[in-house]
């Protein structure tokens, strides 16, 4: 049973930075992160994968936003930078089994955390 959990939200002034964790236990073969600010739909943020290391990311996102992967500890790294009141969420992880579809789709993923709550004052 693959279990997924994410922790390292809180709140942080505008221009600050934060860094996720998230942790996936059990074999998957990618793990990706969506957001969902309040009144939203979940939106894709980045997503890696466990074994080519390869990354994807949200364009209007890459440059402020790194995920990288520490496959010594099963675990995925959100590094957020730059940070505005817009990127105001509930962050979540997600896990999945197959290499194969696209990484930007939720329904593409098959295990997801609780969500971290992420609040940027102005």
């Known amino acids: 049973q693959v279990q997924v959990a994410e922790s390292g939200g809180g709140l942080v002034q505008a221009g600050g930075s934060l860094r996720l964790s998230c942790v996936a236990s059990?074999?998957?073969?990618?793990v990706g992160w969506f957001r969902q600010p309040p009144g939203k739909e979940r939106e894709f943020v980045a997503a890696?994968?466990?074994?080519?290391?390869?990354?994807y990311y949200n364009q209007s996102l890459k440059g402020r936003f790194t995920i990288e992967r520490d496959n010594a500890k099963n675990t995925a790294y959100l590094l957020m930078n730059s940070l505005k009141p817009e990127d105001t969420a509930v962050y979540h992880c997600a896990a999945r089994k197959s290499y194969s579809g696209d990484y930007h789709y939720p329904n593409e993923y098959d295990y997801w955390g609780q969500g971290t709550q992420v609040t940027v004052s102005s």
């Open positions: 059990g074999r998957t073969f990618a």
């Open positions: 890696v994968s466990w074994i080519t290391g390869q990354t």
